[in-house]
């Protein structure tokens, strides 16, 4: 019996592992459609008092960049989201209109490059979700098909509703003990170091960087990141209910 449980819980815990990949690439794409609510994150995270308080003081000669334009603001966000979907496709052509009507590049070619090692990361990611999709459809194949095999039906069974909610409880409290002892700058600065280029600049101060500045970065991407996890979590939800649903009904 207690082997069977273990065994069960193994399977479940595998099997919410793939989901909930699955949700975030969900996730990520509803996210996306809507800008990454970067309205919303632009006046929650005050982005508009950075960029008046470091765009007068640009060193790579950008400080002519309009600084009450909200729209505009908006607009370059949405520029340089669609363009590192796009392979990086277009991040040197991202521009705006001075005040004296005269276009300027938006990005640094130190900015330009870091972006495209986002892009190469976006389709290395699509790659995986894409194989996490085939693996999680064998895996509710097997469950609902060839499971029943194995003769045990403590092993087929679903964990309750009790049992998931202590198992994902005790993996947020893991995630947020681990930021709460390393901290979420640390964290994102590491994971940069690890994922990109050590040669490429990945660091941007905010004098330096417009791009940086209408991020108001890392601060934007902690609350992306809650955003991305939080709308996971609900889809993931729905799609487990509808399982158990299905499984009850059998």
């Not at 970067?38 to 982005?47: A, K, N, R, V």
């Not at 991202?94 to 005040?99: F, K, T, V």
């Not at 930021?179 to 990945?202: A, C, D, N």
Request: with cysteine; charged share 15%.
């Amino acid at each position: 019996m207690i082997k069977h449980l273990f065994i069960r819980q193994l399977l479940w815990c595998i099997f919410a592992l793939a989901l909930l990949i699955f949700c975030l690439g969900i996730s990520w794409q509803v996210s996306k459609a809507t800008n990454f609510l970067y309205g919303f994150w632009y006046q929650t995270l005050e982005i508009n008092t950075v960029i008046t308080k470091n765009v007068p003081k640009n060193t790579q000669g950008k400080r002519d960049f309009p600084i009450h334009d909200v729209k505009l603001h908006e607009k370059k966000f949405a520029d340089i989201v669609q363009a590192i979907h796009q392979q990086g496709n277009g991040l040197v052509d991202i521009s705006y209109l001075n005040g004296s009507a005269i276009k300027q590049k938006l990005l640094t070619n130190s900015e330009v490059q870091h972006l495209q090692d986002v892009a190469n990361l976006l389709d290395n990611i699509t790659k995986f979700w894409w194989g996490n999709l085939v693996f999680l459809l064998s895996l509710l194949v097997f469950y609902f098909r060839q499971l029943h095999l194995l003769k045990a039906e403590s092993i087929r069974k679903m964990p309750t509703g009790k049992q998931k909610l202590i198992s994902l409880a005790c993996f947020v409290l893991l995630v947020i003990s681990m930021l709460k002892i390393w901290g979420f700058t640390q964290v994102f600065y590491y994971l940069h170091t690890v994922i990109f280029p050590s040669e490429h600049q990945w660091f941007f101060y905010y004098k330096d960087s417009l791009m940086a500045s209408l991020m108001k970065a890392p601060d934007i991407f902690a609350a992306i990141a809650g955003q991305l996890i939080l709308i996971a979590l609900l889809v993931a939800g729905v799609i487990d209910a509808a399982l158990s649903r299905y499984q009850f009904n059998r």
